[in-house]
């Protein structure tokens, strides 16, 4: 199987210090290749990768702020999709950009939906909702307006992470310092329940930061210890008493939240977006509703079980079971793509091919008509199931939409049209002795096949 690997170029794969998206991107190209599959990741000239790696820029943006942005994304994206044909599965972690280059190839494109910048993207998603592939990060995340091939929870090298049963005296804030990760919630629980507060990450936003934050940090109990690199990361997750994780959002998945279990560590967070699924209240931490709820369960945090946080850690959220997952959606995928067929004018999927019948259905894209033709072997009844359009048979004109019946008889000359603005979708019931592609003469056709 080989797979085009398409990473985000904000930051190197993997990523130095902050890169979620990056991060996860390395995790499963390594653990795909170490499962036998051929993978080319598409990422910064600065990754790293044991398999192929291809880039059209040597550093990411954020590290390199004379970067156009735009020709960038737009330069890395289009090597990926006019190499498609070398590629088995095109997998997308570059948000909807992508999806606008996946008709134009027919590799098919599997995209993981890290999360939703906002509802204004959506018209991208929805558009390309039935001719790609989605997958979520968390039940949680996903959008009801489309539709998805499976979900697959983050996973990380649980090894990698020191466990620890004995904890120092203090909570730890691991995030963005912004408003939306809480970090001001985080500084009044600490207060609160008198305990030290070490707090580590990007500061997206060095105004908020400064007006609202820096004062607040007295480095005695409030201390924060910068923008810190993987190696010191793993010591302040595994000696910490509890991450501390107020999230103001509804959050698609908590990257430090399990790999704060990997260390044994419980996780007090709000109750929003992912976080009851990834945390059990009294088993690997708390779901809280605000900071007084959270100051009460700093109180109970002795009575969960650091061992039984790593155990969980192990048997969910392992980088191996994430790979594994993800080898079974493109399975799933390129099954499906066996049973159909693109047209210039859309595409068809078979559900049976027995001996004196076969059944499809048939799409039909917006604007596009099949060949005006005729069977000589065979008869045909349509049903449509979503759209509408004009039926032309022998001499005579008749519109349909969802729900109508059309029966097309041996020899008779006929096409459909869609004329609507949405996909055109007919079941077709094909009876005779010969119901193959050699049954079909074409007496006009819009694309030359005549």
């Known amino acids: 199987m080989r797979v085009a690997m398409l990473s985000p170029i904000a930051w190197s794969t993997p990523p130095k210090k902050y890169g979620p998206w990056e991060y996860i991107v390395s995790l499963l190209t390594e653990n795909l290749i170490k499962k036998g599959i051929n993978v080319t990741l598409f990422a910064t000239g600065d990754s790293s990768t044991s398999g192929k790696l291809h880039s059209v820029y040597p550093r990411p943006y954020e590290e390199d702020k ?19 044909d070398e590629f088995d599965i095109i997998h997308n ?32 998603y929805k558009k390309y909702n039935k001719k790609t592939f989605y997958v979520s990060i968390s039940d949680s995340h996903r959008c009801p307006e489309l539709d998805y091939v499976g979900t697959v929870l983050h996973g990380i090298e649980v090894e990698s992470f020191p466990f620890n049963e004995k904890p120092q005296d ?7 310092l912004d408003r939306f990760k809480g ?53 302040l997750l595994s000696n910490a008493y509890a991450l501390i994780h107020p999230v103001h959002f509804d959050e698609p998945f ?38 007084n709820e959270a100051v009460d ?62 059944v499809k259905t048939i799409t039909v894209m917006p604007g596009e008509k099949i060949s005006l033709q005729r069977h000589f072997h065979r008869s045909e009844h349509w049903f449509v199931v979503e759209g509408k359009g ?47 592609e050699e049954d079909i003469e074409r007496l006009e056709d819009e694309y030359g096949r005549v």
Not at 66 to 84: D, G
Not at 100 to 122: A, E, K, M
Not at 392 to 401: A, C, G, P, R
């Open 66 to 84: 004379e970067m156009n942005v735009k020709v960038y994304e737009s330069l890395h994206i289009s090597e990926v999709f006019e190499r498609a």
């Open 93 to 124: 972690h570059f948000d909807f950009l992508p999806l606008t280059y996946s008709g134009l190839v027919d590799t098919p494109v599997v995209t993981t939906i890290h999360g939703f910048s906002s509802r204004s993207i959506l018209p991208v």
């Open 170 to 176: 203090y909570i730890l804030f691991l995030s963005r």
């Open 183 to 235: 970090i001001k919630d985080a500084i009044e629980i600490a207060k609160k329940s008198g305990m030290k507060l070490r707090i580590a990450g990007f500061i997206p936003d060095m105004q908020y930061f400064d007006k609202e934050v820096k004062h607040l940090i007295d480095n005695e109990q409030i201390i924060y210890e910068g923008h810190v690199d993987p190696e010191f990361k793993r010591e």
């Open 254 to 291: 908590g990257l430090g939240i399990v790999e704060a279990f990997a260390c044994g560590t419980p996780v007090i967070a709000y109750n929003r977006g992912s976080m009851p699924e990834l945390i059990h209240n009294g088993e690997n931490g708390f779901v809280v509703n605000d900071i």
């Open 297 to 358: 369960a700093l109180k109970k945090i002795s009575f969960v079980s650091r061992k039984r946080c790593r155990e969980i850690a192990m048997k969910h959220y392992s980088a191996n079971r994430m790979a594994e997952e993800y080898i079974n959606i493109y399975k799933t995928i390129l099954e499906k793509r066996k049973t159909e067929e693109k047209r210039p004018w859309g595409y068809y999927k078979v559900l049976s091919d027995d001996p004196g019948f076969k």
């Open 390 to 436: 004009i039926v032309d048979e022998d001499k005579q004109s008749f519109k349909v939409e969802d729900g109508d019946s059309v029966d097309i008889p041996m020899n008779a000359v006929h096409r459909i049209m869609n004329t609507g603005d949405e996909n055109l979708t007919f079941v077709e019931i094909a009876k005779g002795d010969q119901i193959e």
